[in-house]
């Protein structure tokens, strides 16, 4: 007689050729198809489509059944500054690459001048980089922005008549000018010298520093110009 291992082997073997389980009953094998149905249409073993659902899927119709898998974007360029997304598409596409700078678009490697005082090149990861001039102090109290120029000029049609040193007695005041330099000085008037001192650093454009003037007691400009 046949042992019971015997036997177990004998039935584990017709379960693995025949398709039967060791009860006896058929295994369901997964049927075979020849059509898949999707998006409202069919497709036959082979073909190739994209969910109206999703368009980032892309389906395969197999004998098993459809084989789906998604779609990876790639990265769009750093220096992309317009993208745009449309319906029958996966991924966002880049329309333009360049530097976008106070609303105003510049493609790669433009050099331009936003303002008198800058120089920028659009550089190729799509940044602005720009420089800001550097005045030189002119020499002079009050010098003159003018139009289409950075840095401030010592207009001569502004410029006081240079007087004589006097003796002062020293009647001292403070004025604010937003055009004033270190280490300049300058006769306002034939009875008032200014000059400017520290207040901020030296060199910016910008300007904001204090002048202090002197002026003769007891005198007016026209006094003094008689008297010159």
């Not at 976008?100 to 090149?121: A, H, I, K, M």
């Not at 001192?197 to 003037?213: K, P, S």
């Amino acid at each position: 007689m046949l042992s019971s291992q015997c036997i177990l082997a004998v039935l584990l073997c017709a379960q693995a050729v025949l398709g039967f389980s060791v009860a006896g009953h058929q295994q369901q094998q997964p049927p075979l198809v020849s059509t898949c149905e999707a998006n409202g249409s069919v497709y036959y073993v082979g073909e190739w489509y994209f969910l109206d659902s999703d368009q980032c899927t892309q389906c395969e119709c197999t004998a098993e059944g459809p084989e789906c898998a998604r779609t990876e974007c790639t990265s769009l360029p750093a220096a992309c500054i317009h993208v745009s997304h449309y319906p029958s598409d996966c991924c966002p596409r880049c329309e333009r690459i360049g530097c976008e700078y106070r609303g105003v678009v510049y493609d790669l490697g433009q050099n331009f001048q936003p303002s008198e005082c800058e120089q920028c090149t659009c550089d190729i990861s799509g940044i602005a980089r720009c420089l800001v001039a550097d005045c030189a102090p002119p020499p002079c109290v009050n010098p003159v922005y003018q139009p289409g120029k950075c840095c401030p000029d010592w207009v001569r049609a502004n410029l006081v008549t240079m007087y004589p040193v006097h003796v002062f007695t020293h009647l001292t005041f403070t004025i604010k000018s937003p055009n004033c330099y270190t280490d300049s000085s300058l006769w306002v008037d034939s009875c008032t010298k200014c000059r400017c001192h520290d207040g901020q650093d030296a060199g910016y454009w910008e300007g904001n520093r204090l002048a202090t003037c002197s002026r003769l007691k007891n005198c007016t400009p026209e006094q003094s110009k008689t008297q010159n």
